[in-house]
């Protein structure tokens, strides 16, 4: 009466196969609190607009410091933790996004809020190698499931983000970022607790686990890894338009303030939330390849169509953008680490580092696009890019098939 799970062996019954809902749970709410702080730095771009007189361009600039840090950091931490586990090094990175809030909301210049960006995207770069990690150790035999609730935590930090600051940092001015730094204490503190579970986890001998056989050579998994990361860069160039200028869009489309502008943004980082929950365990039930091609290839129609329908229709079909969207990245995640498994932390540095390198590269991209063609054609431009997702139908199907 033994079961095969998606990726792992079928001894579902030992310990280390069941799955440590309360270790996902703290390392979820760690993600919550990360993207929080990030989501907020972005969603004040128009108030650093109109204080320091910045371009499009140079708001661009500040996702680039931000997301190329991280982009490229993260791989090497991710390589440099799968040879040598640093369990307390997400204590050490949410150190550095507590500096760079500081520097945020204190910033007399443009330059020091570059640095501050900085300091923002190493803290990310060390912190979503490590927790991806923690998630793998933690999922026992459902790893969409583990990756879906740890990255559901960060979508819905990603969420809060623009609310909390049209309801907090708006209001009060740019002073009020660094009251956010308590989030980052509160964040060291589970994080803390965490890295006592990750390193006692380490202590332990080593089981010989029966890593899934997936039968593909070495240059096709390399070619398979290629087409994956080309999805990857669809999806988060399209989202680095959304979450960076959308809300000038609806601004200069509608007329709308900036608080309603941002209402709009939570609605989409709202579904960008949801459909990251329900993504990985769908991936686990019917596999990952359907799960990545219906997301992103699927979502092409209503991402042509969101440029021309009115402020009532374009939040029913921001949500279901967002939600669709979405629901790709953890089955991504997970397909990757069955492709490379005894590379967890490079793949998962890989993909967090090129999902954060391709925003921040596009964002700067698109910042140039905006200025010299219009916002509005951004938007329309970028509605085109899911037809990417096609790329997706050639995916192999690696589940374990139960022997009969």
């Known amino acids: 009466m033994s079961s095969v799970s998606l990726s792992e062996p079928p001894q ?17 709410i760690s993600h919550f609190l990360n993207d929080l702080m990030q989501s907020l730095m972005i969603a004040i771009y128009p108030l650093f607009k109109t204080n320091f007189s910045l371009t499009f361009a140079q708001i661009g600039l500040i996702t680039l410091c931000f997301q190329l840090t991280a982009s490229i950091l993260q791989p090497l931490i991710g390589q440099a933790l ?7 090094s997400l204590v050490v990175g949410m150190g550095f996004t507590f500096g ?7 910033a007399p210049t443009y330059h020091m809020i570059l640095v501050g960006a ?3 995207g190493v803290g990310s770069s060390i912190f979503h190698p490590e927790s991806s990690r923690v998630a793998r150790m933690a999922a026992g035999n459902q790893p969409g499931l583990a990756q879906s609730i740890f990255q559901v935590g960060g979508n819905g930090g990603s969420a809060a983000g623009p609310l909390l600051a049209a309801l907090i940092v708006i209001p009060n001015g740019q002073s009020s970022i660094a009251w956010f730094s308590a989030a980052a204490l509160l964040a060291m503190g589970v994080l803390f ?13 080593k089981a010989k686990r029966q890593l899934m056989d997936n039968h593909l050579s070495k240059a096709l998994k390399l070619w398979v890894l290629g087409g994956l990361l080309l999805l990857m860069f669809s999806k988060f160039l399209y989202l680095a338009a959304m979450n960076n200028y959308f809300m000038f869009y609806l601004m200069h489309h509608f007329d709308l303030s900036v608080r309603v502008a941002q209402y709009h943004l939570f609605i989409f980082l709202f579904a960008v939330a949801a459909g990251t929950l329900l993504g990985g365990p769908i991936g686990d ?19 042509i169509a969101l440029p021309h329908v009115g402020l009532e229709g374009q939040s029913i079909l921001l949500f279901i953008i967002g939600f669709v969207l979405a629901s790709a990245f953890p089955s991504m995640v997970v397909y990757a680490q069955e492709l490379f498994p005894n590379r967890v932390g490079a793949i998962s540095g890989l993909f967090f580092g090129f999902a954060f390198g391709t925003a921040g590269i596009g964002a700067a991209m698109l910042g140039h696009f905006a200025d010299h063609y219009g916002i509005e054609s951004l938007v329309e431009f970028c509605g085109f890019l899911p037809l990417v997702g096609v790329v997706a139908l050639f995916l192999p199907d690696l589940r374990v098939r139960p022997a009969n």
Do not use: C, N
């Not at 760079?100 to 204190?106: A, Y």
């Not at 039930?285 to 991402?303: D, E, M, N, Y």
């Open 12 to 28: 579902v019954t030992k310990p280390e196969h069941l799955t440590q809902y309360r270790v996902l749970g703290a390392i979820s």
């Open 285 to 303: 039930r019917i596999g990952r390849q359907r799960v990545i091609w219906l997301s992103i290839l699927g979502v092409a129609p209503f991402t």
């Open 82 to 88: 799968d040879r040598r586990p640093a369990p307390y």
């Open 193 to 205: 607790m965490v890295s006592r579970w990750s390193a006692a986890q380490h202590r332990k001998p």
């Open 118 to 120: 900085i300091m923002v």
């Open 100 to 106: 760079g809030l500081i520097t945020l909301g204190l």
